[in-house]
């Protein structure tokens, strides 16, 4: 069966500071991955998608990033983090076998201080 | 832009009562459709999905319904427990792998 790992799950982190959220995908090959952003009192934002190795998309301007090095690795990552950066972060996958449901990690909290 | 809308953002009922969650959206050229259930603190579980050509989906307790034309889904709890407390979401996806566009959830207590 596939699963998804997201770590860390709670990370405080400075302003100014690195950021690197990882998430891996086990059981499926070739799944389009998401990052997706819950800030609070606000719903989920979509903040990057990924097709395949190296492909990034991004839905909104911002001080992040991310990466695809590998298949199922994607990454989530920030130079100088912002207050505004502080949220709930999720990774989430789907391959068009399974009709194309989208199934979510258990996220990582990030409080920017 | 496709826009999606959950009412009520939130719900109290006694345990054993049906839940009757709403979800509109836009545009109605979507994909498909999901249900989806958030605890506190935690991530997304996915709970129904219903793809564009069907009316509904079922599993144990849980029933979806699309329609649509008129841009709607209805997410049914029968004999609603204290364990269904939760964030029901709704996402429409346009697309097979674009971006799923969210309601901002409604927050159901279900008191014993």
Redesign the interface.
Known sequence: SQTIHQWPATLVQPVGSPLSLECTVEGTSNPNLYWYRQAAGRGLQLLFYSVGIGQISSEVPQNLSASRPQDRQFILSSKKLLLSDSGFYLCAWSVAASGNTIYFGEGSWLTVV | KQEVTQIPAALSVPEGENLVLNCSFTDSAI??L?W?RQDP??????LL?I?SSQREQTSGRLNASLDKSSGRSTLYIAASQPGDSATY?C?T?IG??G??Q????TQVVVTP
């Open positions: 994909y498909n999901q989806f603190g935690k991530g997304l579980t996915s999905l793809q979401l996402a996806l097979s792998w971006k799923l969210f309601g901002a959830g």
